[in-house]
């Protein structure tokens, strides 16, 4: 009773907070950075792993408060930590998704040129382990029941939609996303339970 | 094995951003201003 007090008190003052922040109270914002600060760095700390980019992901995340409380934007009352978490939660997946479409330098030693190129051709090993990846995942699959499998087979390897295949199985659509679903469940299970790594 | 999931909530990560960056967003605050003029919002950025 005494923690949801105190809970609902400290949501109370982030509340005047942002009102005050809002109506021109600069001190305000202070005070609210230094009360999250931790959690939030922390929060995306634990995502990326990596302190320039904590501390970049960090400073967007209260520039976007900043500009979104200056607007008038915000409307979540009572919910300040949630919402800059959230913020601070999509700019971490902005992050991943930047730097997965851009090339990584690497300046700690001589220029490669090979750094830059990536040859999109599979080698020797990712071959095989590819051949590896697709062999285990049949044999998985043919563990499945029937009835799994072959919805599972017709969407995943002949591409068809749940309409072709409710009509090649003679079930309704939602019986095929049913089976669907299961078929992903029990292939899951299986990999979890036996620990199999499917990547390459 | 109670024991070994305590120590594990202890080791949660705390760190804290720079002073730098905090007296960076305490400025950028001071120093933004939104004006409004009919339906068009101003945003800008006073040093």
Do not use: C
């Amino acid at each position: 009773m005494l923690k949801v007090y105190v809970m609902k008190r400290k949501l109370i003052e982030d509340a005047v907070l942002v009102k005050n922040y809002i109506n021109g109270d600069e001190s305000a914002l202070s005070m609210l950075i230094m009360r999250h600060k931790q959690k939030i760095y922390s929060f995306i700390y634990s995502k990326v792993y990596d302190r320039d980019i904590t501390e970049d992901v960090f400073q967007d995340t209260f520039i976007k408060v900043i500009r979104t409380l200056k607007r008038g934007k915000y409307n979540e009352e009572g919910k300040f930590l949630p919402w800059v978490m959230r913020i601070a939660h999509n700019l971490v997946i902005d992050h991943f998704r930047r730097n997965k479409r851009m090339p990584k330098f690497d300046n700690s030693g001589e220029f490669s040129i090979f750094s830059v190129l990536s040859d999109s051709s599979l080698n020797a090993e990712k071959t095989l382990i590819k051949d590896q990846v697709e062999s285990d995942v049949r044999r998985i699959i043919e563990e499945l029941p029937e009835d799994q499998k072959k919805v599972l087979m017709m969407r995943m390897y002949q591409d068809m939609s749940f309409k072709e295949i409710s009509e090649r199985t003679g079930v309704s659509i939602n019986t095929a996303l049913g089976r669907m679903r299961y078929a992903l469940i029990n292939l899951r299970k299986v990999i979890e339970q036996h620990n199999i790594v499917l990547t390459n | 094995m109670a024991k070994i999931y305590s120590d594990y909530t202890l080791k949660k990560i705390q760190l804290n951003p720079k002073k730098e960056t905090v007296y960076f967003l305490l400025n950028y605050s001071k120093a933004l201003r939104v004006n409004y003029y009919k339906s068009l919002e101003f945003v800008t950025l006073l040093n």
